[in-house]
Structure formats: structure tokens, C-alpha cells
């Protein structure tokens, strides 16, 4: 089904405008989506509508002529970057820059604002279609659409009367764990991926909350030592850490996956064009399946943490356990916090822990010599 798709265009001149309007609407842009594009030459319009309007995409052109020739206060941004900070304040929005002062704006550039040079053949019409690609306005949109459903479709059609909600902040409450439940990861799968029908496949990503939530120390915490660059992974328990009966941060090292045998015999082999056998496959296959079968080597020993943009492939070793006080690490001074791993990903590291810890190391019994005692004493009684 087609959707439409309300975009903000914000440019002092008036034909530029009616350009962008006429290549951003033309039937095909976003495939069988449509656009509907609102228009404004100033930078008073442009801060009223992204203030109040419910828009899919900015996009803003750096200057307004009249407004910045006449802006004789302390601030001395231009209009595009002021119309960004007002954006910011009020709601999210990706936003483009089209502007012919590309060179003045690009440390604002990241994963939600982009810089194109005016004028450059196709350059904002790509840039638009990657912001799609992304999914983040159909993303914005799914969370708003949620919300919406919620309360008008279900807090309003089975809740007549006030009086069944009485406590404060139970709508709010029940609001909010409504949207926590429609974000989940198999709700997440399905929005990505609406022929996704279940399953125990997960992607890298998500393990791990990413950037951290907050500063205290949560189980799975990964922190980067800022010496040394080592990442550690925090295993404490979680009732511990919440409860603050933690005296010590108990950290287990994490070596990135090169570092190991397995990586390497493979490298090697593809370096020196070897075929990589099944044999090596199968020993990194072990590996990042937390099996890793070496002589002598208990496969509980190990936790692999999957790679993504943010973190490298990592194995956690639990016999490189560290402690440090509490009060020392909340200091913060020598290690800086990079991402979380999530439920329930975290507890299950720190199941896999205290199992290699819980382990018992007791003397195997001769089990075949008192067998074989048990059946001479039964052949000694029918006897």
C-alpha cells in the first residue's frame, strides 16, 4: 500500500523551491510512495512550522538573506543551523542540508543530519532515498502510529469510565509498556521484515543497547580501559549492582577474536591461498558458538560477544577476572563505558559465569570396578 510521505522544504528563493518541489513529487521518487512537499522562504516560517508541524523530512538551505542580515544579536549561527537547534528542541526529524556553504555546516553532519552541495546533479536526490533506505521515518512513524492505536483503539474503546483507572499515572504506566512490548525485538523483526514469522536467529546488533543508557554500572556494562584499550565486560550480579551491595566491579577481559588460534589458522590459510578447510571452519564455528573444543579447555569458559559497527568480535574469558572498588571505578578515570549487552543476553553471560565458577572439582569414581562389584554380589545371591 502506498503512503505519503510529508516533507518540509526550506529555501529563501522561490524558484529553487519550486525546483526541489518538482523533482522531490515526481510519480516514482520513492517507488510507488508518494511525497507532499510544504514550502517556505523564510526563516521565521521554517522555525513556526518545524515547532508545530508533523513533518517526515526536513530539508533547509543554510541562509535566509533577510533574517541573517538583520540578526544583530549574540547569536550568529545562520538560519538553517537555528532552524535545526529549534527542530531539536521540539521534536525528531532527519534533516537535510541543501546549501552552496556545504564547507560551513559539515561538522553537523551524522547519521540524522546530511550536508549536499546545491546544485550537485543527483546528490540530494540520493541522499533523500538513503534516509528512507535507513527506515527511520517509517520508524518515527511505526512508534507514533502505536501510540495512537493504543489509546484511542484500546484505552478508549475498553475503558469507558475514568473511574477503572483511578491510580495515578496508570494510563502513562500501561502506555508505556505497551510501547515497550511493540518495540521488542521480535516486533522490531516483524517492522523490518513483514513476512518475518518467528524464529531463534538474531541480529549482532541486538545484543547490546548501544549507545549505554545511564551511568551507573549495570550487569553486562562492556567499558573500554583507557590505557590500554582493553574491553572488559562487567558480571556482576544484577540485584547486587541495583541494590548497591556491590563493593567491587567484577570485570572479565575480552580479547578481541584475532587473538585466537582459530582466527589465525584460517588467516594464515587465506593469506598463503590456501582452501579454508572444514576442519578450521568447524574449530571457529566452536568458537563463536561457545563451544570451543581445545585440549585440555572447558568450552564454558568462554562467552562470544558478536562484532558490529560499534564493537569489535569479541570473546570474554573467564579466567581473566579482574576487581576493582566500587568507589574507584565511579571515578571514572580510567575506564569509559561503550554499550550494554541486553536482556537477555546479559543474564546469560552471567549464567554461563557462574556455571565455569560453580563447577565441583571432585575425583571420578572407578565406575566399571564397582559395577562389576554390584553383579558378582548379585550372582552370589541366586547362587
Known sequence: MARVWNFLVFDDDRE???????ELEEPGFLGEDVIKCTTVDNFLDARRYVETGNFDLVILDLQDEGADLNNKGDDDRLSGERVLDYLKDKQFIPVVFNTGYA?????????FVKVVRKGAAGELSRVVRETFETKLPE??????DEQRKYLWGHVEEHWGSADELKEEGEVAYLLARRLSNSLSASSIRKFFNPEYVGGSKVHPV?????PALNFRVSLGDLYSANESGTIYLVINPACDLEQGKADVVLLVKCSRIEEFSEFESIRNAISEQQVVGSGKRKELTGLIGDNRKIAGGQPDRYKYLPGTSFLPHLVADFQFL???PMEDFLKGECFTKIATLDTPFAEGVQAKFARYYGRFGMPDLNFETIAGDIILAMQNVRA
Do not use: T
Open 16 to 22: 529553487i523551491l519550486e525546483l526541489l518541489v518538482e
Open 103 to 111: 564547507e560551513k555546516i559539515m561538522h553537523l553532519q551524522s547519521h
Open 139 to 144: 520508524l518515527i512513524r511505526y512508534i507514533q
Open 206 to 210: 541486538e545484543y547490546y543497547i548501544w
Open 322 to 324: 579482574s576487581q576493582i
